[in-house]
Each structure stands twice: as C-alpha cells, then as structure tokens.
T-cell receptor, first 116, second 109 residues
Framework: DAGVTQSPTHLIKTRGQQVTLRCSPK?????VSWYQQALGQGPQFIFQ???????QRGNFPDRFSGHQFPNYSSELNVNALLLGDSALYLC???????????????FGNGTRLTVT | GQNIDQPTEMTATEGAIVQINCTYQ??????LFWYQQHAGEAPTFLSY??LDGLEEKGRFSSFLSRSKGYSYLLLKELQMKDSASYLC??????????WGAGTKLIIKP
C-alpha cells in the first residue's frame, strides 16, 4: 500500500520562474493539503483540495495555486518565484467525511525547493 | 491572532522521561495533534486529543487541558531514535490546522 508520494524530491529554480510540484495521495484518501515548511519552523497551511475544488486556503498570495485531478492526485503551482519561497513543500492526504478534522494527516517526504 | 508555543529545543538522556509542553491561543478548538518529524523526513502522527485528560499509547502519552489551553507530550524510556522534532497542531473553529514551530528533542547516551 503506497503512502503519499511527491515529486520531484529536490528542485532548483531562479527568481521569477514558475514551478509545479506533484502529489499522489495515500490509497483510499480523497483529500490533499499542501504545506510550506521553512527550516526550523512548523508547516504553514497553503490550501486543501477535495472533489477537485479548493476547499480551504491559508494566508498565501495568489501566486500559489493548485489543482486536484479525478484520481485525487494534486499539483501545486507557484508563479513568479521569490527567494523567500525556498522551503520544503509537504503534501498531506486524508479522508474527508464526518469528523474528518480529527483524521490524522499522512504526509509525503516533501519537495525541497531552492530559489536562487 | 492565533498562536501555538512550544520550547525550541530540549535535551534528555537515553532511558529517561521527557515532557514537551504546548500552549495555544486559537479561535476555537476542535482537537490537538502531536506529530513527530525526523530530520529530512515527513511528519508522522503520534496522538490526537479533544477531551481533557491523558491518552496513553505505549511509551508516548499526551495530555490536554482545554481550560488552560495546554497540552504536553510525555515520552518514557527514551531511545536514541526518539531524537526528532515534535510538532503540536490545533484544529481551530474553521477546522484548519494551526501548527507550532516544533520542539527539537536531542537524546544523549
């Protein structure tokens, strides 16, 4: 049973470029959340996708956008990259439903993005 | 604003007991999670508390006091593999997870 998989594992981009990160949720999960984690900090919530729609969004600018596909996989897109976007980007999957908020998140190993 | 406070770093000895505290001020409360994150790896679920009291799970226990906005994670019989960051996260009134910065736990032989 595959867990959450993310690609690529590492990425180096220059300022102003655009990047797309990918995530496949754990089998049986239908909800994908994206987080940004700076070094030495806790994860910061970017947004959550369920039924191919953005359901919740954290305090991130419109440069951060996403998509969820019918097979529940998801992409995170970041436009006009800034140096401050350098971080570990984590994808987490869960199962929506009654009491979903108390379902533990299953995280992927993340994509380490470096913007130079 | 919403705030979760945890100590930045703690050091303990192999075989000992350590308590990692977490205090929170959030808009509403729908539960509190503890996650473990080894360096360079994904966070993994440890515990979830929504009612006051102590939840025990093997060597790890988690305590919650909603009236005090306080939780702790208790690790017993510490092993070297317990060296990791421990993240406290609260589900707020919008059912969003608000994360603390994490506590880096260093275990010494």
């Amino acid at each position: 049973d595959a867990g959450v998989t993310q690609s690529p594992t590492h990425l180096i981009k220059t300022r102003g470029q655009q990047v797309t990160l990918r995530c496949s949720p754990k089998s049986g999960h239908d909800t994908v959340s994206w987080y940004q984690q700076a070094l030495g900090q806790g994860p910061q919530f970017i947004f959550q996708y369920y039924e191919e729609e953005e359901r919740q969004r954290g305090n991130f600018p419109d440069r951060f956008s996403g998509h969820q596909f019918p097979n529940y996989s998801s992409e995170l897109n970041v436009n006009a990259l800034l140096l401050g976007d350098s971080a570990l980007y984590l994808c987490a999957s869960s199962r929506m439903g009654q009491g979903h908020y108390n379902s533990p998140l299953h995280f992927g190993n993340g994509t380490r993005l470096t913007v130079t | 604003g919403q705030n979760i406070d945890q100590p930045t770093e703690m050091t303990a000895t192999e075989g000992a007991i350590v308590q990692i505290n977490c205090t929170y001020q959030t808009s509403g409360f729908n539960g509190l999670f503890w996650y473990q994150q080894h360096a360079g790896e994904a966070p993994t679920f440890l515990s979830y508390n929504v009612l006051d009291g102590l939840e025990e799970k093997g060597r790890f226990s988690s305590f919650l006091s909603r009236s005090k906005g306080y939780s702790y994670l208790l690790l017993k019989e510490l092993q070297m593999k317990d060296s990791a960051s421990y993240l406290c996260a609260v589900v707020d009134s919008n059912y969003q997870l608000i994360w603390g910065a994490g506590t880096k736990l260093i275990i010494k032989p």
